[in-house]
């Protein structure tokens, strides 16, 4: 080492220089620039302009295949162009919003609810990124979550207006005003359900909520979709014996290959609505294809139908021998879901070593009945509507009818099949005794320790 000298002022062998080492004196705080008025924290993107490129972009996935399909529906040798199929396919997708249509053969508003499903799907995933964009993940926060749903819906309603002033010009009439409300109402509601998972809120709700409700709901939603896929399973059957009629109907059009290949799709469309239809055909109250027309378990009476291809399984008569089984089906889809309730219940109070008393099980079971009647009704006043005038200005089941009985049948067979459960299902015996309990140590005298 070499020897340190006045001259030379002693530097630590850390590699720091004692310049810079803490003196102990509080320097100056850096500057840090303010942001400009209007920007938000860095990293987030402004509310509005996350809301409407979101809007847009749920807009536009969803109307590129409506208008591709009736694209394709409207070719033949000597019809369809590209501005015919752009129309189209714009008034199609606001058809597929609830948004009715005036033409010259008379009102348009049966939904295609293949569509709707579409739609209400791209506006859930805007939900999710507008509140991801501006730092909503889970936040747990209620107004942010309203916030994100209201700024979709507005963006979105501006594009409902856009579209049917569009429309309007060159073909059916849209009421813009009628428009703008219906988008802003799909909007704001799908885009609220995407907003409330992703920050959280619906977990924050679900654990405020009484557990009975809890449980009623999910047993309600579990034996409505049970009933929409019997009902999707009785449609398929149909259609599938009555194949050789629908495949008739498709060869009708002369339109070629692509055009057979576009009614198919538009049929499809409309499958979800025949599966409402089949389930409400399923509960009783059944549907019209028309007015004056009933098709139920009891009646079918129906006249001239249009050669539409999914109306090629409907069935010919009443039901009758065999076939009545099938009134049945909502008492068992009742029962399916009061069982899995049971199911559930049970096996939580076994881990916990509770016992589950019968108003813990047919409380949510009763309760379950309502909820089904509610999404059943919901899903019939969406699956109908005029097409056209005339004979089938109405077509589709009644709502209330479907929503009282489904309620009724429902919430019947969920208590019927919690109920059965829990007699028949013999308590399990605890895996592991529970130890005893240990008593607190006492300290022992001084005397007794010498």
Known sequence: MSPVTPDQPHRPATGVSADARPTGRAGPAPRVPAPRSGEGPRGRAPLPVAAGVAAGWAALTSWLPVTLVLGLAQL????GSLPGALRAGLAGWLLGHGVPLETSAGPLGLAPLALTALVVWRLTRAG????RAIGARGGR?????????????????????????????????VSPVRAGLTFAVIGSVS????????TRVWGLLARRSPAPLRDGLRTGLVAGLLLLGAGAGAAGLAVATGGGDAADMIGAYRTGVAGQAGITLVSLAYAPNATIWSASYLLGPGFAVGTDTAVRTSEVS????????LLAG???GPVDGPGAALLAVPVLAGMTAGWLLARRLLRIAAEQRVAVGRSALLVPAALAGPVAGVLLGVAAAASGGPLGGGRLAEIGPVPWQVAGVATLAVA???????????????????TRPLPPPRSPRTPRPADETR
């Open 76 to 79: 033949s040798e000597d019809a």
């Open 128 to 131: 999710v990124h507008v509140s």
């Open 141 to 173: 926060s209620a107004s942010q979550a309203l916030t994100v749903a209201v700024a979709v819906g507005v963006g979105y309603a501006l594009l409902g207006v856009l579209a049917a002033v569009t429309v309007s010009a060159g073909g059916p009439r």
């Open 191 to 198: 885009a609220l359900i995407g907003a409330v998972r992703t």
């Open 302 to 309: 129906v006249g001239a139908l249009p050669a539409v291809p």
């Open 314 to 316: 409907l069935p010919r």
């Open 412 to 430: 019947v067979g969920a208590v019927l099949g919690a109920a059965a459960t829990k007699t028949l299902t013999r308590p399990a015996p605890p």
